[in-house]
C-alpha cells in the first residue's frame, strides 16, 4: 500500500510563503464554494473556530503587548519564546487543532498557522513557506529576516547562516512554494487525510481530501484524492453484481 507522509516525525516543518502579507480573519479563510459544497465550507469553518478558541489567550495577550511597545525584533523573540512555552509544548505529528489546549501537541503544520495567526493579529507582515515534507513562518522586519521555526525550541532564527542551513536541510533538492493562510489550513486537511489513509480509514481520508482540495488544489493533494477516488471505486465495483 503507498503510504502518504505530510507531516514527519522528528523536527519536519511545512514551509509556506505567502505572496503578500497573509491577514488571517474570519473573511480570510471563506473561498468562493458553489452551493453543493455549503455542508464543507460550514464544517471547516467550524473547525477553524475551535482553531482560534485555543489560542483565544495568546491572541489577547499579543495584541495587548503590541499595543504598548514597538513591533520589533525583541518582541518577536518573547512572542516565539511565550508561545513555544504556554501553547506548542510538544511535537507530534499529525496533531490536530484541539490537541492544543490538552497537551499542547503540535506539528509543523500546526505550530507555523498558530505563529501565522498571532503575527497577522498584530500587524507583522509573513511568509509561509512549504518545502517538500516541512512548513515554517518567516518574517521581515526592515532590512531584516527572521524565521519561526516552530518544531525547533531555538527555532527562532536570525542569523543569515542559520537561515541558510534551515533553507538547505528542508529543501530536498528541491524549491519552496509560497502559499496563503488559506492553503495552510487545506494542508492541516492534508495531513489528516494522509493519517486516516495510513490507518485504513478510507472514508474519513475523503472527507479530509475534500476539505483540502476546496481550498488548496495543489498536486500533493490531487494525488492522495485521487488514489482515494480508486480505491472508492474498486470497492463499489467488489460489491456490484
Not at 519536519?12 to 458553489?34: H, K, M, N, T
Not at 501537541?105 to 509561509?128: H, N, Q, R, W
Not at 536541510?169 to 489528516?192: C, D, R, W
Amino acid at each position: 500500500m503507498r503510504r502518504y507522509l505530510y507531516s514527519l516525525a522528528g523536527m519536519f516543518l511545512l514551509i509556506f510563503s505567502f505572496r503578500g502579507f497573509a491577514q488571517p480573519s474570519e473573511s480570510g479563510v471563506q473561498p468562493a464554494f458553489s452551493d453543493t459544497e455549503q455542508h464543507t465550507r460550514h464544517a471547516i469553518l467550524r473547525e477553524f473556530h475551535a482553531f482560534r478558541q485555543a489560542i483565544e489567550g495568546e491572541r489577547l495577550y499579543w495584541e495587548a503587548q503590541a499595543s504598548k511597545r514597538p513591533v520589533n525584533k525583541n518582541l518577536l523573540y518573547k512572542l516565539f519564546r511565550h508561545t513555544k512555552k504556554n501553547l506548542l509544548k510538544e511535537y507530534q505529528a499529525y496533531s490536530r487543532w484541539s490537541d492544543l489546549p490538552g497537551n499542547g501537541a503540535f506539528d509543523c503544520v500546526t505550530g507555523s498557522m498558530v505563529y501565522a495567526y498571532l503575527l497577522g493579529k498584530i500587524g507583522v507582515p509573513y511568509e509561509i513557506m512549504e518545502a517538500p515534507h516541512h512548513v515554517f513562518v518567516k518574517v521581515r522586519l526592515g532590512n531584516e529576516e527572521i524565521v519561526l521555526e516552530s518544531t525547533d525550541e531555538n527555532g527562532f532564527l536570525e542569523f543569515e547562516q542559520d537561515i541558510v542551513e534551515h533553507a538547505r536541510f528542508y529543501a530536498e533538492g528541491g524549491q519552496f512554494t509560497g502559499i496563503s493562510f488559506v492553503q495552510l489550513i487545506a494542508l492541516y486537511y492534508y495531513n489528516q487525510a494522509a493519517h486516516a489513509f495510513n490507518r485504513g480509514q478510507w472514508e474519513v481520508a475523503r472527507r479530509y481530501i475534500h476539505e483540502a482540495d476546496l481550498l488548496y488544489s495543489s498536486a500533493r493533494i490531487r494525488e492522495l484524492k485521487a488514489e482515494l477516488e480508486s480505491r472508492a471505486q474498486w470497492m463499489v465495483a467488489q460489491f456490484s453484481f
